[in-house]
């Protein structure tokens, strides 16, 4: 297959390309989703292809194919050359690219066990005794549950000398009871909503005890049905480990997106608060909120060897003591600016057809110092809201609604009852400002976003999110109406 | 491209190699060009082209799956193979009927050769052009030109033979300036169909005449919504629960209302695969033919629509609407129908209310009443005593569409069709609502 590449890359210099990359991935999915006792799918799924990315006079071009043969490799060679030129006629300027970059090697996700070594059989099992067991509560109108492993297999070699080949294993796996009655409609899942993923092995989704959560998730999905509305107000607000990774995810995230900052993305995702005047300039939260990036921290989903530029996996502090410090940066955005900004390996492609764009890699709130124990103990009134049921926010970043598939009182230092249809809302910064605790390692958790959408034509992103619980002051809630 | 015979000659070789009792195969296939712009640039021009076989087997009550996009004979042979030994590995599943019989071939035309093969050149002066409009106003001007061709076909050892290849063109135009930010988007499966100076111009005027928003309190409005928003609370409506799946569930804004006039006889709201005014697709996932469902008639909630599995559980006939290879049933192809009144109209008859032009980040917030969140975006303006007076900044509401359809007094008189990245069309006029429920405000 290296023949290939090698190919694609002589093309392109023959035809006048700068620069050139060529990504051959192979991807292999294992799919399993129970609905309701019955299996709804039991899929093998594989995609093969190659995608060939150049510089023509300073301007791109991509193009891409599923059938991996010369004559193929050769023609879309030609083409991306062709649009690249095309790109030409509507541009400002040539695309820099800053140092060259001569990666080489192979890196594999270290695993346990290899999860397509693991039956079908022993697969469906795990879902369907843990659907069984949902059923045994009362009132529960819709069980579903869901694994699914991934095996990519990726060449990527560029232009300047870069060849890296990495072999990425992820795997995963949720359930979900639903509950109605008196009007009501009321779910819980486990590990979290939709399925808990990470770059790992057969080991991550056994670690899980689908089966043995199965009935006490049930038994919370009938309990909501009849439990207190969350009150509207301003209240102190603790946040569960799964509901804030998605918090990060939303208003951390995709902020920091450089790309996104300099308005590649503005007719799609949009923009971010976060322009460049702030960096090192901004107190985007309190001091107890330290985030940092990174593509090394397994299992986290943004976990490699190397980006889809060959740009080596690294830890990059985003946030330290509330000030914000850095970015998800390219080879393209951090050389474009005069910043001192180098790319940090957050090129990402979904697949081989599409290109390599800044995705999060593992953004992540590091643990802080307090037990949830004491942290509830501490907390004479308020509200402690977990596990992710809706999600919005603006197109700059500011603005966020999340709800919660459960929530819980607390008074006077104690979780009381729990809550239906808890919801908060706030502005970024405002919120992160108002962080004043965030618990220690033993509840800190890497959660993983495997349904992250970005970019036309559009591409899902994998990408880990690690936190514990934490607390924030005077945050408005409930306003389902 | 494959055409006609290369893709069912595939179709049946694959089918040819399968062992099971019954067996469909669906052959997805796509040629995509797309020029991205931002900052008056094209940072991002790519093109791609993927054929994917889909493969069902059945063996008794039990249905495997596989897919791939190796076409060599030994890639074929594994999919198939490995679909049928997913079948044997499934416990019984007795609401499964078995595939669906072969139905009546069915055709419609939305292929235009102009938009098939469209040039990245031809992309790159659409681009320009719609750059050049927002130059002159000092605007960041951003957005994708997209075209292509879809190809689909299924055949089934039923007997199962259709096969169907249409085009798309999609522009989509984002103008911003330091305080205001506009938006279109264009599409069919026409190129030439597209007006795009016309869009320019709408993206460019809302950016210029948002300029100065000024912040207002959060609460209950009336508002008009333009045909955007329309989408997203159809949009919205599809995916929590026109489809059987949710309402077999008990998950779907449907429950519990089905029969009920639930909104305003003003609403009337239909999907229709065939339908060239939409982007019509005229069979679905199972070589079904995507049939008309009236969902909603004059605010009455009808009926979801089905696919062979959800319509064999309630003793019915699949409507077509298996849209992609896996999940659930989805209406894809949504109409609403017109009413009598001009956009001037709307906004005339509102004495305090908000003009909004396009919901962002719409989420559900409880199935119930299909509860969403979001925010507006990219041209929001306040009515008083029938005129915009002026911008307003960015809204978040959190609202159930339900009701907020129960609350339709006016519907347009004209109709855009708004074409999603991913298939999914809907026909929509503007509205005018007695209120809508802002529960924020951004920065």
Redesign the interface.
């Known amino acids: 297959m290296d023949d290939f590449l090698s190919r694609a890359l002589d093309l392109a210099s023959v035809q006048g390309a700068s620069y050139c990359d060529v990504r051959l991935v192979e991807t292999n999915q294992e ?1 399993f ?1 129970v ?2 006792g ?12 190659i ?1 060939v990315r150049v510089l023509v006079n300073g ?9 991996v043969s010369a004559a193929e490799v050769d023609r ?1 060679t030609g ?2 050359v ?3 030129k ?2 030409a ?5 040539p695309v820099s690219l800053g140092p060259p970059v001569t990666s080489r090697g192979v890196y594999t996700t270290p695993i346990q066990i290899d999860p397509f070594s693991i039956a ?2 022993d697969k ?1 099992g795990l879902l ?1 005794e843990s659907d069984r067991r949902m059923g045994l509560v009362k009132g529960i ?2 069980r579903t549950g869901n694994l699914i492993f991934i095996k990519e297999h990726k060449t990527f070699a560029n232009s300047e000398g870069a060849h890296v080949e990495q072999t990425i294993y992820e795997a995963g796996g949720g359930i979900m009871a ?1 509950a ?1 009655g008196n ?3 009321q ?1 819980r899942s486990y590990p979290q909503s939709m399925r808990q993923q990470g770059c790992a092995g057969w080991e991550f989704v056994d670690a899980m005890d689908l089966v043995g959560n199965a009935e006490s998730i049930a038994t919370e999905a009938v309990a909501l049905l009849s439990a207190d509305h969350c009150p509207s107000g301003v209240t102190t607000l603790i946040i569960g480990a799964s509901q804030l990774g998605l918090q990060i995810h939303e208003s951390c995230g995709h902020a920091i997106e450089l790309d996104r900052v ?7 995702a ?2 971010s ?1 976060l322009t460049t005047d702030k960096l090192n300039n901004f107190q985007y939260g309190s001091e107890q909120v330290n985030i940092t990036a990174d593509s090394v921290r397994l299992p986290g989903l943004g976990s490699y060897g190397w980006d889809d530029e060959g740009v080596p996996a690294q830890s990059t502090p985003v946030v330290e003591n509330g000030r914000f410090t850095g970015y998800l940066t390219s080879r393209e955005t951090a050389a474009g600016l005069d910043l001192g900004l180098k790319p940090n390996g957050s090129m990402r492609a979904a697949s081989w ?3 390599p764009l800044i995705r999060m890699t593992n953004v992540s709130l590091e643990p802080g110092n307090w037990e949830l124990e004491d942290l509830i103990a501490d907390t004479e009134d308020g509200i402690m809201m977990e596990m992710n ?8 970043r ?2 966020f ?1 999340f ?1 919660t598939e459960i929530g819980y009182e607390i008074k006077k230092g104690k979780l009381g009852k729990i809550l239906r ?1 808890c ?1 908060y ?1 706030g ?1 970024t910064p405002e919120f992160w400002n108002s962080c004043d605790a965030v618990c220690n390692d033993k509840l800190w958790t890497m959660w993983g976003i495997p349904n992250c959408g970005k ?4 591409q899902i992103g994998h990408t880990g999110h690690g936190a514990a619980p934490a607390r924030f002051r005077n945050i ?1 809630v409930g ?3 | 491209m494959l055409g006609r015979e290369a893709a069912l000659v595939l179709l049946d070789k694959a089918l040819g190699y399968s062992k099971a009792q019954e067996t469909d195969i669906y052959l997805n296939a796509q040629d ?21 076989l889909n493969v069902r087997s059945v063996v008794g009550k ?1 249905l ?8 060599s004979d030994s ?1 074929i042979k ?2 198939v193979e ?2 049928h030994q ?2 044997l ?3 019984e ?1 007795s ?2 009927i078995g595939l669906p019989p072969p139905s009546d071939a069915v055709t419609v035309e939305s292929w235009d050769e102009a938009t098939a093969f469209c ?3 031809t ?3 659409i ?2 052009g719609v ?1 050049l409009q927002g130059k002159g106003h000092d605007l ?1 001007v ?3 030109c ?1 075209t292509g061709v879809q190809e689909i076909a299924v055949v089934s050892s039923h007997g199962t033979r259709a096969y169907h290849a249409g085009t798309f063109a999609g522009l ?3 103008t ?1 300036s330091d305080d205001s930010a506009g ?1 279109a988007k264009g599409g069919g499966w026409r190129l030439a169909d597209m007006d795009t100076e016309a869009l320019g111009r709408e993206a460019v005027g809302k950016a210029v005449d948002g300029r100065k928003p000024m912040a207002i309190e959060p609460g209950r409005y009336p508002v008009v919504l333009d045909t955007y928003a329309v989408d997203d609370i159809l949009e919205a409506l599809s995916l929590y629960g026109m489809g059987a799946q949710a309402v077999q ?3 779907s804004w449907m ?2 209302i089905i029969g009920d006039r639930a909104m305003s006889p003003n609403v009337t709201i239909w999907d229709d695969g065939s339908a060239t005014q939409g982007w019509p697709v005229p069979f679905d996932a199972e070589g079904m033919p995507r049939r008309r469902v009236d969902v909603i008639t004059a605010g009455v909630i009808n009926t979801p629509v089905h696919n062979s599995y959800t319509a064999g559980k309630d003793g019915l006939v699949s409507t077509g609407h298996q849209a992609y290879f ?1 999940g659930a049933p989805i209406a894809s192809n949504l109409f609403m129908q017109e009413g009598d009144s001009s956009l001037q109209g709307l906004i005339g008859s509102t004495e305090r209310g908000i003009y909004i032009t396009r919901f ?9 009443g299909c ?1 969403m ?3 507006t ?1 990219d041209g929001t303006f306040m009515i008083e005593n029938g005129q915009i007076t002026h911008p307003v900044k ?1 809204l ?1 509401f ?1 609202q159930s569409y339900v009701d907020a359809l129960a609350g339709v007094e006016l519907v347009g008189r004209e109709s855009k069709l708004v074409l999603n ?2 298939g999914f069309a809907t026909r929509v006029p503007a509205l005018k609502l007695a209120n809508f ?1 802002f ?5």
């Open positions: 799919r989703v609905r309701s019955a299996v709804d799918t039991l899929s093998n799924d594989e995609s093969l292809g995608g301007f791109w071009g991509f193009a891409s194919t599923n059938i879309i083409l991306a062709d649009i690249a095309a790109s006629q509507s541009n400002n300027g079908s059989e469906l369907l109108s819709a639903t109605r009007g009501e409609v779910r300099l308005g590649s993305e503005a007719a799609y949009g923009t608060f057809n599409r290109i049921r809706s999600w919005s926010i603006d197109d700059r500011f603005n609604q709800g249809n919801t809302t502005i970019g036309q034509p559009g408005q306003v389902m109406k | 995509l060009g797309l020029s991205r712009f931002a900052g008056g640039t094209i940072h991002q021009n790519v093109a791609h082209g993927n054929v994917v039990r495997g799956r596989a897919t791939t996009n190796d076409l890639g594994k999919a490995s679909a997913n079948a590995l499934m416990p599943d609401s499964f040039s990245p050149e992309r790159a002066k681009v320009h750059c960041n951003s957005g994708a997209r989509i135009i984002n911003m938006w569930e008990g998950r429950n519990d896996t962002f980040y719409t989420r559900l917030a409880h199935s119930k509860v969140t979001g925010m975006r960015d978040r959190t990245e991913v429920n529960t924020g405000v951004t920065v």
